[in-house]
């Protein structure tokens, strides 16, 4: 059964702490991607991957940054987390024209 | 600029009711078109796709829904609702010289007894 496993389903950091949200697929897939999820808004695109050491921007970057060193592992970093970022984190990956799959999501609070 | 819209936030219905979840897009050619299903606590679930061909496709959880070109337009739809139905829908296209998704802001449905 195909996955992506995001480490932390909850997590809750102080303002100005970095944090590392942690996304791993088992599926071989070139493409990952990092979005999170707020009220009304949808789901926003905050920086991709189709390869290893390879990333680029989404239509949210500003506070992120990523790291993606290995094929099967892609991590969101919050430099310095703000009230602003508490939001639903969604990771997904995917093949070539494959659909994406996605990880049941990291809910995180920053106080 | 791409787009897409959900133009129903929230959608109640009784069960065994018939649903229609509306989605329209702006994109400079026909993109990809997918509708994806959050249930609470959970990631997106893949519903159903449309690439090419028939504009009429067919999902899992007895879902459908049709590509109308001249109204940029992809709705869902389901004849009769269960209760389990309840949860969250988002309408989403992707170009397709790209593999980068773009969602729109979800329509919640709630299913009455």
């Known amino acids: 059964d195909v996955k992506v496993t995001q480490s932390s389903r909850y997590l809750v950091k102080r303002t100005g702490e970095k944090v590392f949200l942690e996304c791993v697929q088992d599926?071989?897939?070139?493409?990952m991607f990092w979005y999170r999820q707020d009220p009304g808004l949808g789901l926003r695109l905050i920086y991709f991957?189709?390869?290893?050491?390879?990333?680029e921007k989404g239509d949210i970057p500003e506070g992120y940054s990523v790291s993606r060193e290995k094929k099967e592992r892609f991590s969101l970093i919050l430099e310095s987390a703000s009230t602003n970022q508490t939001s639903m984190y969604l990771c997904?990956?995917?093949?070539?024209?494959?659909?994406?799959?996605f990880g049941s999501g990291t809910q995180l609070s920053v106080l | 600029a791409q787009s897409v819209t959900q133009p129903d936030i929230h959608i109640t219905v009784s069960e065994g009711a018939s649903l229609e979840l509306r989605c329209n897009y702006s994109?400079?050619?026909?993109?990809?078109l997918f509708w994806y299903v959050q249930s609470p606590g959970q990631g997106l679930q893949l519903l159903l796709k449309y690439f090419s061909g028939d504009t009429l496709v067919q999902g899992i959880k007895g879902f459908e829904a049709e590509f109308k070109r001249s109204q940029s337009s992809f709705n869902l739809r389901k004849p009769s609702v269960h209760w389990s139905d309840a949860a969250e829908y988002f309408c989403a296209v992707e170009g397709r010289n790209t593999d980068k998704l773009i969602f729109g802001t979800g329509t919640r449905l709630q299913v009455f007894p």
């Open positions: 991957s189709y390869d290893v050491k390879m990333k």
């Open positions: 994109y400079g050619a026909t993109p990809y």
């Open positions: 599926m071989d897939h070139e493409n």
């Open positions: 997904a990956s995917s093949g070539p024209n494959e659909k994406l799959f």
